[in-house]
């Protein structure tokens, strides 16, 4: 019988059970580009939550062009589904999947390599029909286990299992990716993909072991040589230490950044100047943007996951992906070596 990982892989077209998600909303083309043609799932992501509609369609729609062009092998869209403080839906929501579900309903090689669009931060039930419908997987990022039954209920094809300890906008109540793997895996139908924290073939062997039907990374994959940000930015995640993660308020939920002058002074003081929401936000999404793409780790927002602590290097996505596979099937024969040895210790 073939594993769940088998089966995922085969219907999202992908030769590894490795994706990189959506890391929205600077440009994640590139790295798309890379991750899709070295075998794993690449991912196109927001070009912008506040973006005004024609321009967010048009870049989305050039995004996914370049990936499916250059790439060649098989990508997702990522769409963050949360809702405002004023409870109202992210309008840039609507008009991505919208003009997503477009491009493949259009026919031609972009449709081809498009598979799947990636939900997250909020409840995806609104649009799951439309995206199967338009013959997309839907595939949907939970932080807990009541969410991840909802979304299954509500008829997504896939759930991503992502602990507290990611990066970027993380969920209101902790989980960490320990203690929500396992359960995810056992209680839904439906294949599991496992994020937060994952970095090398060690959390890739330990996820399918545990059932996972592969393992999703963000903050890994930004240090990469073909990732488009800026190499201050991948530098910095790579001299992190333990600790340097800290959580503050995000658009929509708590965001994990790295430490640093941005996020200890200069965000707490614009927060007390008294500044609307809408200005906050828009001095967030800048400040995001002066890091990754002007490479000021200080003065910008360095988004990034817990894990920035265990990553050691700039690797090319492919030499990634192959050395994750490496280590994650020495150790799993490591283990089935083992398993005589383990049965005979019951006995
Ligand atoms: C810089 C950055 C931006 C992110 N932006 C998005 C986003 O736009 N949409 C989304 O669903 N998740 C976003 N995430 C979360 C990632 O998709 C992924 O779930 C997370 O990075 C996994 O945890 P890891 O960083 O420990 O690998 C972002 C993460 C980072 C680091």
Not at 127 to 155: M, N
Not at 215 to 226: H, L, S
Request: hydrophobic share 45%.
């Amino acid at each position: 019988m073939e594993a769940t990982w088998q089966q995922l892989c085969a219907r999202l077209g992908t030769k590894y059970p490795i994706m990189q998600d959506g890391m929205g909303p600077s440009p994640t083309t590139s790295l798309a580009t890379a991750v899709s043609a070295a075998g794993g799932l690449g991912s196109v992501s927001t070009p912008g939550l506040l973006t005004p509609e024609a321009e967010l369609r048009k870049k989305l729609r050039d995004r996914m062009e370049q990936v499916a062009v250059n790439g060649a092998g098989s990508f997702a869209v990522n769409v963050p589904v949360g809702t405002l403080e004023s409870g109202e839906m992210l309008p840039a929501s609507e008009a991505c999947i919208d003009e997503a579900i477009r491009v493949k309903l259009a026919g031609g090689p972009t449709s081809d390599h498009f598979r799947a669009i990636t939900t997250s931060a909020g409840f995806p039930g609104a649009f799951t029909e439309r995206i199967k419908e338009a013959g997309l997987l839907h595939i949907h990022k939970a932080g807990s286990v009541r969410h991840a039954v909802k979304a299954a209920e509500a008829g997504v094809d896939v759930v991503i299992a992502s602990g507290y300890e990611m990066g970027g906008h993380t969920h209101l109540n902790p989980v960490s990716t320990m203690v929500l793997a396992a359960q995810a895996v056992k209680e839904l139908d439906v294949p599991v993909i496992v994020s937060g924290g994952i970095h090398d073939g060690y959390g890739l062997a330990a996820m399918l072991a545990m059932g996972a039907a592969g393992v999703a990374m963000g903050t890994r994959f930004i240090a990469t040589e073909e990732h488009e940000w800026h190499h201050n930015y991948k530098q910095f995640i790579v001299d992190a230490g333990e600790w340097q993660d800290m959580t503050y308020p995000g658009y929509y939920a708590p965001s994990r950044g790295l430490k640093n002058k941005a996020l200890l002074e200069d965000l707490p003081a614009k927060k007390a100047s008294g500044v609307s929401i809408d200005e906050l936000n828009q001095w967030k999404e800048d400040r995001g943007y002066d890091a990754q793409m002007e490479g000021d780790v200080e003065n910008g927002i360095v988004v990034a996951g817990q894990v920035s602590a265990a990553i050691h290097d700039i690797v090319p996505v492919a030499v990634l992906l192959e050395r994750m596979m490496d280590e994650a099937i020495g150790l799993l024969e490591v283990t089935a070596a083992s398993l005589p040895a383990l049965k005979a210790a019951r006995a």
